[in-house]
């Protein structure tokens, strides 16, 4: 119950999307430098921003391992299941690494969860959130993802005030700005819709 912009409102989508998913991305574990045979380690995973889950892995030389538990009808039980790893040479020297789908075997960057198996998003029939998305959607995202970064509430109808404490003043004045043009797009149409919505008799 966050007020504007903190719901999904007007969204209707029938596919999965990327972001629906946990997701692996080796991109991510190359960055953070676990890419090391014998290295074990915890994923966690957020959905819309709560912490909703976690599984253990390990490095192996040419495949991760991940462990999670699935509970069905009271009953947990432990699953594991084996990734291979590809790689190809970077133009300026090193290796660019890739997982190979456990299903079609082509070489991506992410594999994600579903069914308690983990696919490339081909292979799910997944698509992107932002292929889905309306004007409307995309534009409360937008805002939302500036709120968050400003600091502010949820709330598109709530200003925000206060500069973060560490981030440069020129800084805040860019992102409020950009922030308040997005929030009154999508405020202006959110209204029209209402309106909409009102004179076909929806609310009566």
């Not at 999670?68 to 039980?77: A, D």
Request: proline share 4%; net charge positive.
């Amino acid at each position: 119950m966050g007020g504007l912009g903190s719901g999904r409102w007007f969204r209707s989508r029938e596919r999965l999307t990327t972001e629906d998913l946990p997701r692996i991305d080796i991109r991510a574990m190359k960055r953070q430098g676990v890419l090391h045979p014998n290295y074990p380690g915890v994923f966690s995973w957020t959905i819309d921003d709560p912490l909703v889950g976690s599984m253990s892995f390990k490095i192996h030389r040419g495949w991760l391992s991940v462990e999670y538990f699935t509970t069905i009808n009271g009953q947990k039980t432990k699953n594991t299941e084996d990734i291979k790893f590809d790689s190809t040479p970077c133009h300026f020297g090193g290796s660019r690494y890739w997982f190979l789908c456990p299903c079609c075997k082509t070489r991506i960057t992410t594999v994600y969860k579903l069914n308690n198996v983990y696919r490339c998003r081909h292979c799910h029939n997944l698509t992107f959130r932002s292929q889905s998305e309306s004007e409307l959607d995309r534009v409360i995202r937008k805002s939302r993802k500036l709120r968050q970064q400003l600091g502010g509430p949820e709330n598109l109808y709530e200003h925000i005030k206060q500069k973060p404490k560490g981030m440069h003043y020129s800084t805040f004045k860019r992102l409020a700005k950009e922030e308040r043009a997005a929030s009154l797009t999508a405020e202006n149409a959110i209204d029209e819709k209402i309106f909409l919505f009102e004179s076909m008799g929806w609310f009566e």
